[in-house]
């Protein structure tokens, strides 16, 4: 995982710098103590995720986010001292995707790096955790296990296979004919088949079939994962 910490406090970046390397080893960290070459930074580094200070010596962070917005869906979450509501609500407006008021505790921090990775590039996450999920739910993607309530749950290869292969693509909407290829081999989709499995899946998951929120239908497409929130 790449992070770029855009922040002019040394202690506050070496505090970001130890808690991403002991949660996610082998992460990089980059650093900026200036807004104005963060756009660029953006563009040739492509980092995985962005935690930027509003309170930057030559351009507010605010001014920052918006140049970032210009060009890029990079995920960014500020982390500010700024505590009142125009400050984030401005924020989250011009597309922050996460607020963090300073000073933070390391497992906020950590949370919400989590948080805004599950729902806008969740692969990072399994390249460096081989777990995804949230409170109630673990997909132990190394391991192969599913925990519901901290209990495994016993599934089949196929079931396996497809919330497995869902997991790593949360939040896409992956088609019929994707499934079929990816978990049973089929060159085109038995719908009855992925139906039953994502029945079937849904019970063992305690997501209601007339309203469910992990395995969402996409009516004459496919299916979508979508994971509990920190």
Request: contains cysteine.
């Amino acid at each position: 995982m790449k992070v770029l910490v855009v922040d002019d406090a040394p202690e506050v970046v070496d505090t970001i710098k130890i808690c991403i390397s002991i949660r996610w080893p082998g992460s990089t960290v980059l650093t900026s103590m200036r807004g104005g070459e963060v756009a660029r930074l953006v563009e040739t580094e492509e980092p995985d995720i962005v935690l930027l200070d509003l309170g930057l010596p030559d351009i507010d962070g605010i001014e920052v986010l918006k140049k970032i917005r210009e060009s890029s869906e990079v995920p960014v979450i500020i982390v500010s001292v700024r505590n009142d509501d125009l400050s984030k609500v401005t924020s989250l407006e011009l597309g922050a995707d996460n607020y963090i008021v300073k000073p933070f505790s390391h497992t906020e921090l950590l949370a919400r790096i989590r948080a805004v990775l599950r729902r806008t590039n969740n692969q990072v996450l399994w390249n460096h955790e081989g777990i995804v999920g949230g409170p109630g739910l673990t997909i132990d993607l190394a391991g192969r296990k599913l925990l519901r309530n901290g209990k495994e749950v016993s599934l089949t290869p196929n079931e396996w296979n497809f919330l497995s292969y869902m997991a790593r693509n949360t939040p896409k909407v992956i088609s019929h004919q994707m499934l079929g290829r990816t978990v049973w081999g089929y060159a085109d989709p038995n719908l009855s088949s992925i139906k039953m499995c994502v029945h079937r899946l849904r019970e063992k998951l305690g997501d209601n079939p007339r309203a469910p929120k992990l395995i969402r239908s996409h009516r004459g497409f496919g299916y979508s994962l979508t994971l509990p929130e920190v």
